[in-house]
T-cell receptor
Framework: KQEVTQIPAALSVPEGENLVLNCSFT??????LQWFRQDPGKGLTSLLLIQSSQREQTSGRLNASLDKSSGRSTLYIAASQPGDSATYLC????????FGAGTTVTVRA | GAGVSQSPSNKVTEKGKDVELRCDPI?????LYWYRQSLGQGLEFLIYFQGNSAPDKSGLPSDRFSAERTGGSVSTLTIQRTQQEDSAVYLCASSLGSSSGAGDTQYFGPGTRLTVL
C-alpha cells in the first residue's frame, strides 16, 4: 500500500520568503504525482501534475520536482504572499490517488 | 466554465438513516471519483468511474456504501444505515479521463459535509 508523508505538518513564514514543502512516498512505481491546495472549508485546487517520466513542472511562482528513485517530491513557492496561506496536499497514483496529510502554510504580512 | 458541483453542501442526519450525496462533474469529463476526508483518516479514495467501464469500488469501506453514475454524468453516493464514523467531508472529482488508466488532473468539488448524530 502506498504511504505518503508530508513534512512539515505546519509552516509559518513572513511574506516574501520562499516556501519549501516536502512529500515522500514509499512505492516508487507511480504513474504521476499531483500537488493540490485546500482552503478552509473548501475543496481541492490542482496546482501541478508531474507525470512519472518527468522530473519537474513549473507554473508561475510554483515549481515542483520529482525524484522517483528516492521517493520524494518538493514544492517550491517563490516570494510567498499572504494569499498563499492554505493547506498543501501531495497525492500519488494513477486514477486512485493516495494523499499525504498536508502541510498547513501561514504567510504573515 | 462551471466546475464540479456537489449537493447538499451540508447534511445532518440521525444514526441509522440513509443519505444520498450528489455530484455534477465538469461537462465532457468521462472520469469521476469520490473521496472521503475525515480528521482521523485524511483523504481516502472511495470509488472511480471511467466511461462505460465497470467502476473501481475498491475504496468503499463497507457494503453500506454504494454509488452510481447515470448517463455518464451525474453521480450519487448512497450511504445506508449511517453510523457516527461516517461523519466526514465527501469530495467528488472529475477529469478528462485516460483510457490507459495512467491518471490525469482531477478537479474537485467543494464537498458535502456529513454529520451523523
Amino acid at each position: 500500500k502506498q504511504e505518503v508523508t508530508q513534512i512539515p505538518a505546519a509552516l509559518s513564514v513572513p511574506e516574501g520568503e520562499n516556501l519549501v514543502l516536502n512529500c515522500s512516498f514509499t512505492d516508487s512505481a507511480i504513474y504521476n504525482l499531483q500537488w493540490f491546495r485546500q482552503d478552509p472549508g473548501k475543496g481541492l485546487t490542482s496546482l501541478l501534475l508531474i507525470q512519472s517520466s518527468q522530473r519537474e513542472q513549473t507554473s508561475g511562482r510554483l515549481n515542483a520536482s520529482l525524484d522517483k528513485s528516492s521517493g520524494r517530491s518538493t514544492l517550491y513557492i517563490a516570494a510567498s504572499q499572504p494569499g498563499d496561506s492554505a493547506t498543501y496536499l501531495c497525492a500519488v497514483g494513477d486514477y486512485k490517488l493516495s494523499f499525504g496529510a498536508g502541510t498547513t502554510v501561514t504567510v504573515r504580512a | 466554465g462551471a466546475g464540479v458541483s456537489q449537493s447538499p453542501s451540508n447534511k445532518v442526519t440521525e444514526k441509522g438513516k440513509d443519505v444520498e450525496l450528489r455530484c455534477d462533474p465538469i461537462s465532457g469529463h468521462t472520469a469521476l471519483y469520490w473521496y472521503r476526508q475525515s480528521l482521523g483518516q485524511g483523504l481516502e479514495f472511495l470509488i472511480y468511474f471511467q466511461g462505460n467501464s465497470a467502476p473501481d469500488k475498491s475504496g468503499l469501506p463497507s457494503d453500506r456504501f454504494s454509488a452510481e453514475r447515470t448517463g455518464g454524468s451525474v453521480s450519487t453516493l448512497t450511504i445506508q444505515r449511517t453510523q457516527q464514523e461516517d461523519s466526514a467531508v465527501y469530495l467528488c472529482a472529475s477529469s478528462l479521463g485516460s483510457s490507459s488508466g495512467a491518471g490525469d488532473t482531477q478537479y474537485f468539488g467543494p464537498g458535502t459535509r456529513l454529520t451523523v448524530l
